[in-house]
């Protein structure tokens, strides 16, 4: 059936459905021209380009009574769709490829990072376990040096021939260190070697004989006062409170680094110091001013004194040490003990301050124990800085107050007042108050600010999943309500 024209040139039903919907190709007479239009075109593979057909469109177009703008819609269209399958289909391979050669590298950088966290992980894990390891080493070490020096005195009252024979004992460090060079190492030096590189402590030059005499005299002359006093205060008071007492040479160090080298001011620390001084009145008042807990107190003191000042200054002549630099500052301490202090026993033995009638007679084994702890105890002091965290070192340290407090109660040698154990507990926990970092405060409040922000994350994620849930309930009902935060 035919249909009349419109007068907007609207001829036949599908022209007007057309105009109707709106078709984006559409122009009037469409549908008239449809039929010509499809036997013109020619459709050419993806990719390819097709001349032809743009050429025959136009030909068969030119006759029509129609404007340029009109037939631009249906160039354009065809156009589409020739060439923009293939184009959208390369974009797409494109894009595929672009997205894999991108997925590619963050793929590789994610396993990198997780294998970073592993190892950082890995590594943590083993300094704690070394940490574990070495606190318990050192408590352990300095508890049996401490108890034997302890039975020796039953029969053998020297103070300080034992001081002297024990570091003598120093002289090995440097080979035990060497030999855990040639164990570990991959590139082995010969002993002359690494006993010069680690000679640099003393300066650019090495050891020469002036440094050796300049440096060496005076921590040595500290070192056998240290250990003199320990075990003078060791024949006075008990080895807990010895132990305990001696803890407070980190508050000497404090105040001393504070004045002399200038260190930071932390008031933390002045606390702890501070606790320290009330244990030593407290553990000389629990045996109520006794004469001989008084001199205990006083040797014990002295020994943490001259302790703190040979740390001073260390750090403050020859600075921080490696592990094997140490070792060759204490076996130099050794063969400078064995040099220049030799004649001091001696001459205690002949004016009968310290007599013994043979060398047989002399408790070797217990002497060789203690001497053998004590280096025990010094290789692993500076063996734990290189193997795990230096704070860790003093935990062990500390640990040996409890340590010796369960010997003495076993052997039942000394009885806990209130007194004496409040005293123990103020002066570890000054100790333990000193090992704090300089940034300890900043620590803290990060460490706050973080509770809270996890607290306020759980709160709003429990909002959120108790509005979830009654919204759920609601919905079951055919209502839907809001909670209100």
């Known amino acids: 059936m035919d249909v009349k024209a419109a007068p907007n040139g609207v001829a036949t039903i599908e022209d007007r459905i057309l105009r109707i919907t709106g078709y984006y190709g559409y122009y009037p007479g469409y549908s008239s021209q449809k039929s010509t239009s499809r036997s013109s075109v020619t459709r050419c593979k993806p990719g390819a380009n097709c001349p032809s057909s743009h050429s025959s469109i136009s030909r068969q177009l030119s006759p029509l009574s129609v404007t340029e703008d009109s037939s631009a819609p249906i160039l354009e269209l065809q156009s589409r769709g020739s060439s923009g399958v293939c184009g959208h289909r ?10 894999g050669t991108q997925t590619h590298p963050e793929n590789s950088s994610q396993e990198n990072r997780i294998k970073a966290r592993c190892l950082s992980c890995m590594s943590m894990v083993l300094k704690a ?7 318990l080493s050192v408590s352990s070490s300095w508890v049996g040096t401490t108890q034997i020096v302890k039975i020796t005195y039953k029969n053998f009252y020297c103070p300080f021939f034992m001081t002297w024979f024990s570091t003598n004992w120093n002289i090995m460090f440097f080979p035990v260190y060497y030999s855990g060079h040639l164990a570990t190492a991959q590139e082995k030096q010969s002993p002359m070697k690494k006993f010069r590189e680690c000679s640099r402590i003393f300066g650019e030059d090495g050891l020469t004989l002036k440094l050796f005499l300049k440096r060496t005299a005076p921590f040595s002359i500290l070192w056998t006062l240290t250990n003199y ?11 807990t409170d010895v132990s305990a007492l001696f803890c407070c040479n980190k508050a000497f160090v404090f105040l001393l680094s504070w004045i002399v080298l200038k260190d930071r001011f932390m008031g933390v620390r002045i606390v702890a110091a501070i606790m320290a001084i009330t244990g030593i009145v407290m553990m000389a008042y629990a045996d109520n001013f006794h004469a001989d807990s008084i001199i205990g107190v006083a040797f014990a003191v002295g020994s943490a004194s001259t302790s703190a000042l040979y740390k001073v200054l260390f750090k403050m002549f020859l600075g921080s040490a490696n592990f094997g630099e140490a070792a060759h500052f204490v076996s130099t301490l050794g063969f400078f003990n064995l040099i220049f202090i030799s004649f001091t026993p001696v001459i205690l033995y002949f004016t009968k301050v310290e007599h013994w009638s043979s060398f047989a007679a002399l408790p070797w084994g217990c002497l060789c124990g203690m001497a053998g702890l004590w280096l025990a105890f010094n290789i692993l002091v500076n063996v734990g800085v290189v193997l795990t965290y230096p704070i860790l070192i003093s935990i062990g340290t500390v640990l040996s107050v409890p340590g010796n407090a369960a010997v003495d109660l076993l052997k039942q040698e000394v009885i806990f007042n209130v007194v004496r154990l409040a005293a123990t507990i103020i002066i570890c926990i000054g100790f333990l108050l000193m090992l704090l970092p300089e940034e300890w405060d900043e620590i803290t409040l990060r460490f706050i600010n973080s509770l ?3 607290k306020s994350e759980e709160h709003v994620d429990d909002i959120t999943d108790s ?3 009654l919204r759920s309930r609601s919905r079951a009902n055919g209502t839907v309500s809001i909670p209100l935060a």
């Open 90 to 99: 390369a974009e797409r391979q494109n894009r595929s490829g672009d997205d």
């Open 229 to 239: 006093l320990y075990l003078l205060a060791l024949k006075k008071l008990t080895a």
């Open 467 to 469: 509005s979830v849930h």
């Open 452 to 454: 809270k922000e996890k």
């Open 129 to 135: 376990a070394w940490g574990l390891l070495i606190i």
